[in-house]
């Protein structure tokens, strides 16, 4: 394998098993479960095409003018019981305005605007005497009169349409067929931002927003619907508020509140795009505070740990999932959780995540569940006080036993409902012996764009489980691959959530946005489009992106894109060259690790491919001319190509031992919190500062002897 050279590390593998493990109560290291004929993987039916969701049609009348030579000639008008997200959908579109023209739309209550409908089906609308246009944003009075009802729309469905006089619709289904409150009308104005005035959000921040202007804004006749294709579609800001980012904040000298109000711009971004829901599920880990209830009246519950013992430490609990009275309590408590929200359509039975004191249940009885020729896996263990990771088989076929021992009792009580769990990490893989239940719906965690060997063959697993299972939902943690370097992998992640869904995806939750917008930016941006609607054209998007944002430098854009692709391609292909079969095993555990793209990447984004990168920028901002803000839209781009330098000189100091070696390490780390500082007030999206902070805390361990600089207040870049 090309380069493999530069990964192999020493792993855990070979140390030995305390002599007392395999004799404690049965636990031990040997799968007991049965062996299993394996056949050629099951190829899944593609069990659906996306119907179109967008529709365009001849629109009626002429152009409804909005702003005339700077003057203001239309108001804004929202139903007298508008919710709190359709009048900031309002706001947003008078924003837009103002920032395009310079003059200020009024937004009224319909009880408080002179309107009436005509007889050829439109509107006649006076604003202090005087008759104007008008936006009417959400489902009013008046467009019910005229047989404009969301109702009428799918599900989260959106519409545009002008009337044959006196203004435009823009409206949606705010309400689901289950009861639950869905956000259309958000996504109407979001569709009307973008079709019909030309805006784009392309990162958080002001250096982000394309507004043109405009003193003349004039709406020709239009009348379009669109809805979603999935109606499940999510994506986490994990570099945001989250534990982990508030951690990493202050270990770089910034406070909460501080953050909370650089924050505030990725919040309103989010609510530019189509990112929703019209079912609400529960699929996340489940069993936090089981320790605390159950521990000490029904220790059998939790998981044998290799001293004999079910003692656990209170934090990410490993239950033991071959006990039948833990499956009773289990449904038990899923058939309250349904009866107690009728919106609810799953309750989790999700395990908790992977601990690093806490040891996975190897108990005879678990093990017998397990078959020895399962897809090998990685195993945490704490044998005699040491971390120890070891082979065994995927434990896929021993959980979805207890998946399914839920899932009956619990379709017992609700036929139409659902326990979902995740397919993760050591039972990622799919069965080998255990049917999926029809009311257990799975959650595969899988896909990384840093990888090619982990993205083709968790592409097989996705496979293996869509074969199989009646619902399956996407939660990859693909947007954290690449450690802030540069990244453009928008094709292969479109290939993939069209495959995913015509092989059945039910929905799509990714985590997580870390807030790399420099350097991941474009895949952040096509996310929401290719969730709204997977098979849309991803080139398209791409050019959209470029032209909308880069104006006359698009062309040099493009081929700076197609550089970072080429970049990041070549260390994921790096890491795929070669089947399983092909690979020594040291080989494949360095693959597998979550560390590989990291330890290729500095000889991959070195001096020259960053140099080529910079003279990229320089010659989008000599095309530019003097166009001010591509030239600061460039210049972000810039911040993440000078951190990507500065990520490679750090990866490669990092195993740093001789004094003068830990002095050029300090030297590095000085330079990085710095930079982190002085992005955080000026450039706050650049980077996921807060993120990366606590994900590369190694960094600053006390080897290196490094300490924060004593620093006056930050110098902008």
């Not at 530069?6 to 049965?34: D, K, T």
């Not at 239309?74 to 920032?99: G, L, N, T």
């Not at 255990?434 to 899988?446: D, E, I, K």
């Amino acid at each position: 394998m090309k380069a493999l050279s530069l990964l192999i590390i020493p792993l855990a593998f070979a140390l030995p098993v305390s002599s007392h493990a395999s004799e404690a109560g049965g636990w031990g290291l040997e799968p007991l479960g049965p062996e299993v004929k394996r056949g050629p993987a099951p190829v899944p039916t593609k069990k659906r095409v996306q119907e179109p969701g967008f529709s365009s049609r001849p629109g009626k009348g002429t152009p409804v003018t909005l702003v005339e030579n700077g003057k203001v000639t239309s108001i804004i008008i929202i139903p007298d019981d508008a919710s709190p997200e359709v009048r900031a959908a309002a706001k947003r579109v008078a924003s837009a305005i103002q920032k395009m023209s310079g003059s200020t739309i009024p937004v009224l209550p319909e009880s408080k605007s002179t309107l009436s409908t005509t007889e050829e089906g439109g509107l006649t609308v006076l604003y202090e005497e005087k008759p104007v246009s008008a936006i009417l944003i959400g489902e009013t009075k008046a467009g019910k009169k005229l047989g404009y009802r969301a109702g009428e729309l799918r599900e989260e469905g959106l519409r545009v349409v002008t009337l044959p006089s006196g203004g435009i619709l823009v409206y949606g289904r705010d309400l689901a067929a289950n009861g639950m409150k869905t956000e259309g009308t958000r996504y109407a104005v979001a569709h009307f931002l973008e079709r019909q005035l030309g805006c784009r959000w392309l990162w958080p921040g002001k250096s982000g927003e394309v507004i043109p202007e405009r003193k003349t804004i004039s709406i020709a006749p239009v009348d379009e619907t669109d809805a979603p294709a999935l109606p499940f579609r999510v994506m986490r800001a994990s570099g945001y508020l989250s534990e982990r980012a508030l951690k990493g904040v202050k270990s770089m000298g910034r406070s909460e509140e501080e953050f909370r109000r650089q924050v505030a711009a990725y919040q309103e971004w989010t609510q530019v795009q189509k990112l929703g829901a019209s079912v609400k599920l529960h699929y996340q880990h489940a069993y936090h505070g089981w320790g605390e209830r159950f521990m000490k009246q029904h220790p059998e519950w939790f998981a044998l740990q290799p001293n004999g013992t079910r003692k656990q430490e209170l934090t990410r609990e490993v239950l033991a999932f071959t006990n039948a009275a833990l499956a009773d309590e289990v449904a038990r408590e899923k058939i309250a959780e349904l009866a107690a929200d009728p919106a609810l359509v799953s309750a989790s039975i999700s395990p908790n995540d992977g601990s690093s004191v806490n040891s996975i249940c190897m108990s005879e009885e678990a093990r017998k569940l397990d078959p020895p020729n399962g897809d090998p896996v990685k195993l945490l263990f704490n044998l005699d006080g040491k971390r120890v990771y070891r082979k065994y088989p995927s434990l896929t076929d021993r959980y979805l036993t207890f998946f399914n021992r839920v899932a009956e009792k619990v379709a017992a009580a609700y036929p139409d409902r659902y326990v979902a769990a995740y397919a993760y990490g050591p039972y990622r893989s799919a069965p080998l012996y255990q049917p999926v239940h029809p009311n257990l719906m799975v959650c595969f965690v899988g896909f990384t764009y840093g990888n090619e060997y982990q993205r083709t063959s968790d592409r097989d697993k996705w496979d293996g489980w869509a074969s199989r299972a009646k619902y399956i939902i996407l939660r990859p943690n693909a947007l954290l691959s690449g450690g802030a370097y540069p990244m453009n992998y928008g094709r292969k992640m479109a290939s993939d959530l069209a495959h995913c869904y015509e092989t059945g995806m039910a929905g799509a939750d990714f985590s997580s946005v870390a807030g790399h917008w420099s350097n991941i930016g474009l895949n952040y941006y096509l996310l929401p489009r290719l969730l709204w609607n997977p098979t849309a054209d991803v080139d398209a998007m791409i050019n959209d992106y470029l032209e909308k944002g880069f104006g006359p430098a698009a062309p040099v854009m493009a081929r700076y894109f197609a550089k970072v692709e080429a970049l990041n391609g070549k260390v994921a292909e790096m890491l795929g060259d070669k089947t399983e079969a092909e690979l020594r095993d040291d080989e494949l555990d360095v693959i597998k690790s979550s560390d590989a793209f990291m330890n290729l990447a500095p000889a991959i984004y070195n001096e020259a491919a960053v140099q080529e990168l910079h003279a990229l920028l320089a010659e989008a901002k000599g095309v530019a001319g003097n166009d001010p803000k591509i030239r600061e839209r460039i210049a972000f781009i810039e911040q993440g190509v000078a951190f990507a330098d500065l990520q490679t000189r750090l990866y490669t100091s990092r195993d740093a031992k001789t004094p003068e070696e830990k002095a050029r390490m300090r030297e590095l780390l000085d330079e990085r919190y710095r930079l982190f500082q002085n992005l955080f007030d000026a450039n706050f999206y650049s980077i996921g500062l807060a993120h990366l902070n606590w994900k590369e805390a190694w960094m600053t361990k006390k080897e290196y002897g490094w300490q924060p600089p004593a620093l006056e207040k930050p110098v902008a870049p």
